[in-house]
């Protein structure tokens, strides 16, 4: 099924553990965004990739770090995670840069860090 | 600068009764406006949108929107609510030509038998 494919749904990490959150979009979008959802927050955007060989930083980049692979893969990095970090992470997609075009979401990245 | 508030965090109707969460925003300029759906532990989905044609947007599931440009404002109804309407929603607002969306902190929608 065409569509956003984040990995891993769940992981736990230990305070200072490095990871990487995958995503992958079959949908050809140019645009590709990481948001992370904490309660009574809403989603707040942290790294986004207009187009392939380029990103932005967001709202909440700090401890964060993305690459855009190409053009179907966008992924987050957190190089040395902290409790604070402990959130959903939904990775989306877009047809094009501007305010036209709604996202496609992934399922979410359930991450805890202890 | 752009902003969307939800006005409410928690909405609770009788099925079969009618549904109105209220959304209100803030932009420089000619706004996209958005409603989205997630379910329990499931991502979101896209219920409808407004890009600068007809004010008033129809969406998946009965949902509709209307834009009210002198009141800022894009609140979602829906004449009957189903218990599968559950779910917490999502306003964002995207000034037009600019790469960031920027969501409201969310409403729960609850039905009860």
């Known amino acids: 099924n065409a569509g956003v494919t984040q990995t891993p749904k769940f992981q736990v990490l230990k305070t200072g553990q490095s990871m990487t959150l995958q995503c992958a979009q079959d949908?050809?979008?140019?645009?590709m965004y990481w948001y992370r959802q904490d309660p009574g927050m809403g989603l707040r955007l942290i790294y986004y990739s207009a187009s392939e060989g380029t990103t932005d930083k967001g709202e909440v980049p700090n401890g964060y770090n993305v690459s855009r692979l190409n053009k179907r893969e966008f992924s987050l990095r957190l190089e040395s995670a902290a409790p604070s970090q402990t959130s959903v992470y939904f990775c989306?997609?877009?047809?094009?840069?501007?305010?036209?075009?709604?996202?496609?979401f992934g399922s979410g990245t359930r991450l805890t860090v202890v | 600068a752009q902003s969307v508030t939800q006005l409410d965090s928690h909405v609770s109707v009788s099925e079969g009764t009618p549904v109105l969460l209220r959304c209100n925003y803030s932009?420089?300029?000619?706004?996209?406006l958005f409603w989205y759906v997630q379910h329990p532990n499931k991502g979101l989905q896209l219920l409808l949108k407004y890009t600068s044609a007809a004010t008033l947007v129809k969406g998946i599931n009965g949902f509709e929107a209307e834009f009210k440009k002198s009141e800022t404002s894009f609140h979602l109804t829906k004449p009957s609510a189903h218990m599968s309407d559950a779910a917490e929603y999502f306003c964002?607002?995207?000034?037009?030509?600019?790469?960031?969306?920027?969501f409201g902190s969310g409403t729960k929608l609850n039905v009860k038998p």
């Open positions: 989306a997609s877009s047809e094009g840069q501007t305010g036209n075009y709604g996202y496609t």
């Open positions: 964002v607002v995207n000034q037009y030509n600019f790469n960031k969306f920027y």
């Open positions: 932009s420089s300029y000619s706004p996209s």
């Open positions: 949908m050809n979008h140019n645009s």
